[in-house]
């Protein structure tokens, strides 16, 4: 039995998840038996906010490659996607396979994808039906068109690829149409978008347009038609990527030969404590305006307004405790950002809470396949903050050191990381995480967020976390009198004060951490001369600190980092 590929392509945001979704869907009523592959980046695993309904028929069979570079097929590891059709070949006979579907990255090249299917064993159980361009009319143009510098490729150019390769275009988010447009200009925006694409796919036969539609909602009879409508392209033979060899010994996490560098990717990691919301917001927001990026998902951890400037007094708050407390470390509000290439960044709360590692065994014990949306992931990771960002030329050098700095709120450093200064600050973070996972394994009953119906998403995560730092507040294990003896003692550490707005040079600084009490001091260390190095990007050499009064700074303690700022 032959089955019918679909290959699914199209810019980052257009719907091909979506797409995919109704392809399924309309297949329920059938006989359909399908294979869905994924390909996906790397390092934006656990962020999709479209998951696919993989877990019952027609889905029989789910699996995703990856990428490790810009979204071309010679950044996959070497021959995966050559491994997994030799897999489902050998497997025919189970899985009586009648279609397979195959979704790129947003920024994909589908030429090599299409010149899989030219090998002689992969020819006699699968036929290439159809490569699917998913377009967005609201935003096309202006990716195709955008500006960029002589000879630099962008999305713009992985569009024209995509277009040239169809069989059949989808106008998809019909709904997103400028206000300004009445019903009588959308349509005729429409045909002029319409044209514009036709004009883009090349001297060859025109591909087969379907729409416009919202949500990929075409309708049955449009859906049926993508497996009717004859083949009228070939692959390209002048293409930039080239598919890798299979190897069964090697992996290949890098740019292989002929690598299409067009885009390029970063991912922005915090592990604790948060960023200054508006702050990271701005920057992010930045980015999608001067169309440096092409698309941005993930989730951030915030501190709350009222938490937001350095308090103290209340040790349920305060800002210079170690560890810190559960409102400034793993009960803090979080929301789901998503935006598109010049658009609009949408922010959404997450309102669930679960145990690491928890979503995994779920799915290992059900047998479901795996997807780990960006709430799932969010959900486990109290506190951090993961951005994935696909665009042009990003420097994730200056990108880390830019989310950086929405941590800061205010102050200067790190001065130093307390969990790599001591054992027992790395320690006693671990007991902490160790226990507030173990309470939520136990369960921690359903949280009332008053504000649920709030349009206000931070509104609405700042509710929420303050519910889940109300459900987590249980009184600590009782201690032995020995180990209060052991623990009532301070221990101390160098630091540096890198230079900033304020200050020119580096100073060298002491941090203090009581841990009976926790609290957490820093003071100037001193005239010593400091040996700076190049971490932050201000250059190295000998610098001196240029106080030697032993006068306190203000300490804010994020997750294990320790900043500070002149009292």
């Avoid at 396979?97 to 064993?121: C, K, M, Q, W, Y």
């Avoid at 740019?255 to 915090?270: I, K, N, Q, Y």
């Avoid at 917001?281 to 307004?305: N, T, V």
Wanted: glycine share 8%; aromatic share 6%; proline share 6%.
């Amino acid at each position: 039995m032959v089955a019918s590929a679909v290959l699914v392509t199209g810019l980052p945001g257009s719907g091909k998840s979506a797409l995919l979704t109704e392809l399924l869907g309309d297949g329920r009523n059938g006989t359909m038996r399908a294979a869905v592959c994924v390909h996906r980046h790397a390092r934006a695993f656990g962020l999709e906010t479209t998951p696919l309904t993989v877990d019952t028929l027609p889905c029989v069979h789910y699996s995703e490659v990856f990428d490790f570079g810009s979204g071309c097929l010679c950044c996959s590891p070497d021959g995966d996607l050559v491994r997994l059709l030799s897999d489902l070949c050998s497997r025919q006979s189970e899985l009586k396979l009648s279609h397979l579907f195959i979704e790129t990255t947003g920024v994909a090249d589908p030429n090599p994808f299409v010149r899989v299917f030219d090998n002689e064993l992969f020819a006699q159980h699968f036929e290439l039906r159809s490569v699917i361009c998913v377009v967005d009319l609201q935003r096309v143009q202006s990716i195709l068109n955008e500006p960029k510098d002589a000879g630099a490729p962008g999305a713009g150019s992985r569009g024209i690829v995509q277009l040239k390769c169809a069989d059949i275009l989808v106008l998809n988010h019909a709904d997103e149409l400028r206000k300004e447009f009445t019903t009588e200009s959308k349509e005729t925006r429409v045909h002029e978008v319409r044209d514009i694409l036709l004009q883009r796919t090349g001297d060859n036969e025109a591909p087969s347009v379907l729409g416009p539609c919202s949500f990929c909602k075409l309708g049955q009879q449009a859906l049926s038609a993508v497996f009717t409508i004859p083949r009228c392209r070939g692959h390209s033979k002048a293409t930039s990527c080239a598919l890798p060899a299979p190897s069964n010994f090697m992996l290949r996490f890098g740019p292989g030969p002929g690598h299409d560098a067009a885009c390029s990717t970063a991912c922005l990691v915090r592990s604790r404590g948060g960023v200054c919301f508006d702050a990271a917001l701005a920057m992010l927001q930045l980015l999608l305006d001067s169309g440096q990026a092409y698309r941005i998902q993930g989730y951030l951890s915030f501190l709350p307004k009222d938490l937001e400037a350095a308090s103290g007094g209340d040790p349920q708050v305060s800002a210079s405790t170690f560890p810190p407390p559960l409102r400034r470390l793993w009960a803090l509000p979080m929301v789901v950002v998503q935006g598109l290439y010049r658009g609009q960044l949408s922010i959404r709360a997450v309102t669930s809470v679960s145990a690491p590692g928890s979503a995994l065994e779920t799915a290992e014990k059900s047998g479901i396949p795996w997807q780990e949306t960006a709430f799932d992931s969010a959900a486990a990771d109290r506190g951090g903050c993961k951005i994935f960002i696909c665009g042009a030329t990003l420097d994730e050098t200056a990108l880390k050191a830019q989310m950086q700095h929405c941590a800061q709120h205010g102050f200067e450093g790190p001065v130093c990381n307390l969990e790599e200064a001591w054992p027992e600050a790395a320690r006693a973070m671990d007991a902490m995480e160790q226990s507030v996972a173990a309470l939520i394994r136990r369960g921690i009953g359903p949280l009332d967020v008053r504000d649920s119906d709030s349009s206000d998403s931070r509104s609405v995560a700042e509710a929420f976390a303050a519910g889940l730092a109300l459900a987590l507040d249980v009184a600590p294990p009782s201690r032995t009198k020995e180990a209060e003896l052991r623990e009532c003692r301070e221990l101390r550490c160098s630091g540096r004060r890198r230079p900033g707005r304020r200050s020119q040079v580096t100073e060298a600084v002491e941090v203090s951490w009581k841990q009976d009490t926790g609290d957490i001091s820093v003071f100037a260390a001193g005239s010593v001369p400091v040996v700076m190095q190049d971490l932050m990007g201000y250059g190295s050499g000998l610098r001196y600190c240029t106080s030697s009064a032993c006068s306190p700074y203000i300490p804010l303690v994020v997750g294990s980092e320790v900043f500070c700022k002149p009292a």
